[in-house]
């Protein structure tokens, strides 16, 4: 108020000093000009130390652009009503001096505040939020030509201040800059790392400067507050014309933002969820303040916050809570994928066959949405503790008279590994069941892991393809040193893939702003910032050799972007390293398929062995006859055939002696055996044995294969022991068992019944066996007493005589039968039986040649033992 008055008072009072004589001018600094008088009126001063004004006075012969500095000298003096001393206006910078007068027209001083003081260099506590005001002017000395008249007086004001709060050096502090590479003043970057809880501790504290002194310190009734609120929340896009941002602390979904944009599942591809972050030490109720202004918080309906009067007798809000010495506010975050809280993952529904073109592989791409830009403002109740207003004169923001901090922002950065994707089929970075995998990670998640089927010899091939979520990332795949890779693999490099905008599929609408491919948008993350190197992919090739038929290999590998972010949190991720993040571990088992062996043909012909034998020696049997040329084939074949890939090349053959005069043929996979039993083999049974083995160059069975699975699910195919005969089958040698039948023998083409006698040297004659085969049908039992006839009488291959004297005159050859088969009783013996039927033992042993003439009773057999009689060799006595 009193320097409003001094300039009335001058004002009223006009002075004309004649042009030969201007008047002194307080300028702007030693060098200012005649115009340059735009000086500061108002100065703080901080309570700690002595306030100094600099004062500039100089003398120039005119008071326009083209005024001449004059040598006349010059007086000062404080205004009307305002006195000044010795030691107020001083010549610095000793400033012992009086700076009252100096000739060479300039001069130069400074003002010193000297009331309230506490000392030479300090105010009193007690003075912070006072104001002081101070008028100068500036005459010519005496004896100046021309009348002296006083210059526009200089006046300012000076508010004692104290200190303001600041927020610590353990506040994360990191810089933050522009898409063009500038520094972003008071905001900083820092990360939100997906999968660990972020936690940006704020502090505010009030310390003296260059003392280490805190102001709590000089006065416990000091207290302090913060006040942290999302700067860019945009709640309605659509009116606004730009991108939906929500509120960063929002912990539930604005039902209005689905009335205003519709679905938005639609428009937002993955529907994001709410970040759902909080701010501990904040009060609940100052949760939902809103933003008025560029940068400063402040409640939209509740006056009692700002109050219209800005009275210092005023009440503070309620809900302000105060803490002594400092303040802390931890912004606490965990970004998860499961949660869609600014990061999501695309699964089947935004991963369909019909959104899937080649080669742009979406499933589980992981898609961000956008950086969130916090800002936080420190208090203090200054008001209240020196019962002044201090702090602004006209607040917009929350500090009602205290002194506040000044606002700093944090960009949160969605932080993430990179991750493998795949196609809808699993099929580029073989996945398994991707789908039930979901949002989890791969790492020892064995339902993700896909098991393929190599052959061997054959060249196959797979890739692994990983992209980092945030764009401006590189990646490099690494093939896992454990377990490692099978030898001779080999491991392509990590090649970059630059991804195509085009790719993004229809539904990542526009009112979602994220930092995936789809909607780069903002400061930071524009197209000119996107890394060529965001996605990679790394092959591996492999021939297996045939020493890995049968065996499983499994081959890991994992991804690692080039970013730092989130190692040097004190939450790091355990694999965060100085040279990237690492993410999941995705693995590919490859089975090598094994020689599986089928046999087929005679093998899966005749009688299974009866099923109480434990471990019999064949697998089936058949009956062979005297005379008649057997010819059994077995086949071979690879039954172990995955989908794309061609069989094993295997055959089978006949065990080398497996019965004299046995003999073998080859034809691709099959063998046939020719064998002819001989006379003197009535009644026994002998063993064909077959094998399988590869062809060259497989190499892959160490051995043939010579036993097969009898019985079970795994029936007729090749073993080396039991377990691998699944379903309870039994692991026997592969052997067709013939049993050589008594009294039937063969009959070839032009053969007569005489010839046929003499032939086998049978101890009979033509007209007997004329009486034996001229009869079709099955003869009646009572035909001999006790005698037991083949069940095939009536076979076609058996031979029917009409005319003893006519040769056979049909191809082949045909069984005939030689005399009846009896069954002998439990008190038989061979004598017995050779009376039974008047014929001589020599004749029953030679058609029986497995019968022990000195066993009884027969054979150790007894009962049920079949013996081929000859009868009525012997006239009748």
């Given at each position: 108020?009193?320097?409003?008055?001094?300039?009335?008072?001058?004002?009223?009072?006009?002075?004309?000093?004649?042009?030969?004589?201007?008047?002194?001018?307080?300028?702007?600094?030693?060098?200012?000009?005649?115009?340059?008088?735009?000086?500061?009126?108002?100065?703080?001063?901080?309570?700690?130390?002595?306030?100094?004004?600099?004062?500039?006075?100089?003398?120039?012969?005119?008071?326009?652009?083209?005024?001449?500095?004059?040598?006349?000298?010059?007086?000062?003096?404080?205004?009307?009503?305002?006195?000044?001393?010795?030691?107020?206006?001083?010549?610095?910078?000793?400033?012992?001096?009086?700076?009252?007068?100096?000739?060479?027209?300039?001069?130069?001083?400074?003002?010193?505040?000297?009331?309230?003081?506490?000392?030479?260099?300090?105010?009193?506590?007690?003075?912070?939020?006072?104001?002081?005001?101070?008028?100068?002017?500036?005459?010519?000395?005496?004896?100046?030509?021309?009348?002296?008249?006083?210059?526009?007086?200089?006046?300012?004001?000076?508010?004692?201040?104290?200190?303001?709060?600041?927020?610590?050096?353990?506040?994360?502090?990191?810089?933050?800059?522009?898409?063009?590479?500038?520094?972003?003043?008071?905001?900083?970057?820092?990360?939100?790392?997906?999968?660990?809880?972020?936690?940006?501790?704020?502090?505010?504290?009030?310390?003296?400067?260059?003392?280490?002194?805190?102001?709590?310190?000089?006065?416990?009734?000091?207290?302090?507050?913060?006040?942290?609120?999302?700067?860019?929340?945009?709640?309605?896009?659509?009116?606004?014309?730009?991108?939906?941002?929500?509120?960063?602390?929002?912990?539930?979904?604005?039902?209005?933002?689905?009335?205003?944009?519709?679905?938005?599942?639609?428009?937002?591809?993955?529907?994001?969820?709410?970040?759902?972050?909080?701010?501990?030490?904040?009060?609940?109720?100052?949760?939902?303040?809103?933003?008025?202004?560029?940068?400063?918080?402040?409640?939209?309906?509740?006056?009692?916050?700002?109050?219209?009067?800005?009275?210092?007798?005023?009440?503070?809000?309620?809900?302000?809570?105060?803490?002594?010495?400092?303040?802390?506010?931890?912004?606490?975050?965990?970004?998860?994928?499961?949660?869609?809280?600014?990061?999501?993952?695309?699964?089947?529904?935004?991963?369909?066959?019909?959104?899937?073109?080649?080669?742009?592989?979406?499933?589980?791409?992981?898609?961000?949405?956008?950086?969130?830009?916090?800002?936080?403002?420190?208090?203090?109740?200054?008001?209240?503790?020196?019962?002044?207003?201090?702090?602004?004169?006209?607040?917009?923001?929350?500090?009602?008279?205290?002194?506040?901090?000044?606002?700093?922002?944090?960009?949160?950065?969605?932080?993430?590994?990179?991750?493998?994707?795949?196609?809808?089929?699993?099929?580029?970075?073989?996945?398994?069941?991707?789908?039930?995998?979901?949002?989890?990670?791969?790492?020892?998640?064995?339902?993700?892991?896909?098991?393929?089927?190599?052959?061997?010899?054959?060249?196959?091939?797979?890739?692994?393809?990983?992209?980092?979520?945030?764009?401006?990332?590189?990646?490099?795949?690494?093939?896992?040193?454990?377990?490692?890779?099978?030898?001779?693999?080999?491991?392509?490099?990590?090649?970059?893939?630059?991804?195509?905008?085009?790719?993004?599929?229809?539904?990542?609408?526009?009112?979602?702003?994220?930092?995936?491919?789809?909607?780069?948008?903002?400061?930071?993350?524009?197209?000119?910032?996107?890394?060529?190197?965001?996605?990679?992919?790394?092959?591996?090739?492999?021939?297996?050799?045939?020493?890995?038929?049968?065996?499983?290999?499994?081959?890991?590998?994992?991804?690692?972007?080039?970013?730092?972010?989130?190692?040097?949190?004190?939450?790091?991720?355990?694999?965060?390293?100085?040279?990237?993040?690492?993410?999941?571990?995705?693995?590919?088992?490859?089975?090598?398929?094994?020689?599986?062996?089928?046999?087929?043909?005679?093998?899966?012909?005749?009688?299974?062995?009866?099923?109480?034998?434990?471990?019999?020696?064949?697998?089936?049997?058949?009956?062979?006859?005297?005379?008649?040329?057997?010819?059994?084939?077995?086949?071979?074949?690879?039954?172990?055939?995955?989908?794309?890939?061609?069989?094993?090349?295997?055959?089978?053959?006949?065990?080398?002696?497996?019965?004299?005069?046995?003999?073998?043929?080859?034809?691709?996979?099959?063998v046939t055996a020719l064998w002819t039993p001989s006379r003197g083999m009535e009644?026994?049974?002998?063993?064909?044995?077959?094998?399988?083995?590869?062809?060259?160059?497989?190499?892959?069975?160490?051995?043939?294969?010579?036993?097969?699975?009898?019985?079970?699910?795994?029936?007729?195919?090749?073993?080396?022991?039991?377990?691998?005969?699944?379903?309870?089958?039994?692991?026997?040698?592969a052997c067709v068992r013939i049993d050589v039948q008594r009294c039937e023998y063969?009959?070839?083409?032009?053969?007569?019944?005489?010839?046929?006698?003499?032939?086998?040297?049978?101890?009979?004659?033509?007209?007997?066996?004329?009486?034996?085969?001229?009869?079709?049908?099955?003869?009646?039992?009572?035909?001999?007493?006790?005698?037991?006839?083949?069940?095939?009488?009536?076979?076609?291959?058996?031979?029917?005589?009409?005319?003893?004297?006519?040769?056979?005159?049909?191809?082949?050859?045909?069984?005939?039968?030689?005399?009846?088969?009896?069954?002998?009783?439990?008190?038989?013996?061979?004598?017995?039986?050779?009376?039974?039927?008047?014929?001589?033992?020599?004749?029953?042993?030679?058609?029986?040649?497995?019968?022990?003439?000195?066993?009884?009773?027969?054979?150790?057999?007894?009962?049920?033992?079949?013996?081929?009689?000859?009868?009525?060799?012997?006239?009748?006595?």
């Amino acid at each position: 108020e009193k320097a409003g008055l001094v300039q009335n008072v001058f004002s009223a009072y006009t002075c004309y000093s004649g042009d030969a004589n201007m008047p002194p001018v307080f300028v702007e600094s030693a060098d200012a000009g005649p115009t340059e008088t735009n000086v500061l009126t108002s100065f703080e001063c901080p309570f700690w130390e002595r306030c100094e004004i600099d004062v500039f006075v100089k003398d120039f012969d005119n008071h326009d652009e083209t005024g001449v500095q004059t040598d006349q000298g010059i007086f000062v003096e404080g205004a009307v009503g305002f006195m000044i001393g010795d030691r107020d206006l001083v010549i610095p910078p000793e400033l012992t001096q009086s700076c009252l007068t100096a000739s060479g027209g300039t001069l130069h001083c400074k003002y010193i505040l000297q009331k309230e003081m506490a000392d030479s260099r300090s105010y009193l506590h007690s003075a912070i939020g006072r104001m002081f005001s101070m008028c100068l002017v500036a005459y010519d000395l005496p004896g100046t030509a021309g009348n002296r008249c006083p210059s526009t007086p200089y006046c300012f004001k000076m508010q004692i201040v104290g200190t303001r709060p600041m927020f610590s050096t353990v506040t994360p502090m990191a810089e933050s800059r522009t898409a063009d590479g500038e520094l972003v003043e008071l905001q900083h970057d820092y990360p939100a790392c997906e999968g660990f809880p972020m936690e940006l501790r704020i502090k505010v504290e009030d310390t003296i400067p260059d003392t280490g002194v805190t102001a709590f310190t000089q006065d416990p009734s000091k207290r302090f507050r913060i006040f942290v609120y999302d700067k860019t929340v945009e709640s309605d896009p659509v009116a606004d014309g730009v991108l939906y941002d929500p509120d960063f602390f929002d912990k539930e979904a604005d039902p209005m933002i689905f009335d205003r944009l519709g679905d938005i599942n639609v428009q937002c591809g993955d529907n994001f969820a709410p970040y759902n972050a909080s701010r501990l030490g904040l009060s609940d109720s100052l949760q939902h303040l809103t933003v008025i202004g560029d940068a400063e918080p402040r409640e939209a309906s509740n006056s009692d916050i700002v109050d219209p009067r800005y009275a210092v007798i005023n009440d503070y809000n309620p809900d302000f809570v105060y803490y002594p010495n400092t303040a802390n506010v931890t912004v606490q975050f965990f970004p998860r994928v499961q949660d869609r809280n600014g990061i999501a993952m695309r699964l089947d529904s935004s991963c369909t066959r019909s959104d899937y073109v080649a080669p742009n592989q979406r499933c589980r791409e992981k898609v961000m949405n956008q950086d969130q830009l916090i800002c936080a403002v420190g208090y203090d109740n200054s008001r209240s503790t020196h019962k002044r207003w201090v702090g602004n004169r006209k607040p917009s923001d929350m500090s009602q008279g205290d002194y506040s901090s000044e606002t700093r922002c944090w960009r949160i950065l969605m932080e993430a590994p990179p991750v493998f994707i795949t196609d809808p089929d699993g099929d580029e970075t073989p996945f398994g069941d991707w789908e039930t995998v979901g949002a989890s990670e791969t790492t020892d998640h064995p339902s993700a892991y896909k098991t393929v089927t190599w052959r061997v010899h054959q060249e196959n091939s797979l890739n692994f393809l990983a992209q980092d979520p945030n764009p401006e990332d590189r990646v490099e795949i690494f093939i896992l040193a454990s377990p490692g890779i099978p030898d001779g693999m080999a491991v392509g490099e990590s090649r970059c893939i630059v991804r195509d905008p085009g790719s993004c599929l229809e539904t990542d609408g526009e009112n979602c702003i994220r930092r995936g491919m789809c909607g780069m948008v903002g400061d930071v993350f524009t197209a000119g910032l996107q890394s060529d190197c965001s996605r990679a992919r790394r092959s591996l090739t492999w021939t297996p050799g045939s020493e890995t038929a049968g065996k499983e290999f499994r081959i890991c590998a994992s991804a690692r972007d080039d970013s730092t972010a989130c190692y040097f949190q004190d939450n790091a991720p355990p694999l965060a390293t100085p040279r990237g993040w690492f993410g999941e571990q995705q693995c590919v088992i490859i089975e090598v398929a094994g020689l599986t062996v089928q046999f087929a043909g005679a093998l899966a012909e005749g009688t299974a062995p009866p099923s109480d034998v434990d471990d019999p020696s064949y697998v089936t049997h058949v009956k062979g006859y005297v005379g008649c040329q057997m010819s059994l084939t077995v086949s071979a074949s690879d039954v172990a055939v995955p989908a794309g890939t061609s069989t094993y090349d295997v055959a089978a053959q006949l065990v080398p002696n497996a019965i004299l005069g046995a003999t073998g043929t080859s034809s691709g996979n099959n063998v046939t055996a020719l064998w002819t039993p001989s006379r003197g083999m009535e009644g026994q049974s002998f063993d064909l044995c077959f094998a399988a083995d590869d062809l060259p160059p497989l190499d892959i069975l160490p051995a043939p294969i010579t036993r097969v699975c009898l019985g079970g699910t795994a029936h007729l195919q090749g073993c080396q022991d039991v377990s691998e005969c699944t379903g309870g089958g039994k692991c026997v040698p592969a052997c067709v068992r013939i049993d050589v039948q008594r009294c039937e023998y063969c009959v070839q083409e032009a053969e007569t019944l005489i010839y046929m006698v003499q032939k086998f040297q049978l101890d009979t004659n033509w007209l007997k066996l004329w009486a034996l085969n001229s009869y079709q049908g099955t003869p009646a039992k009572e035909f001999l007493p006790g005698s037991v006839f083949i069940e095939e009488a009536n076979d076609a291959d058996l031979a029917f005589f009409k005319d003893p004297d006519l040769l056979m005159d049909s191809e082949g050859m045909h069984r005939f039968i030689i005399g009846p088969t009896y069954m002998a009783g439990s008190d038989d013996d061979i004598t017995s039986v050779a009376a039974k039927f008047r014929t001589t033992v020599k004749t029953l042993l030679s058609v029986n040649p497995d019968i022990d003439e000195n066993a009884f009773p027969m054979n150790g057999q007894g009962a049920g033992q079949h013996v081929c009689v000859l009868p009525c060799t012997i006239a009748p006595v």
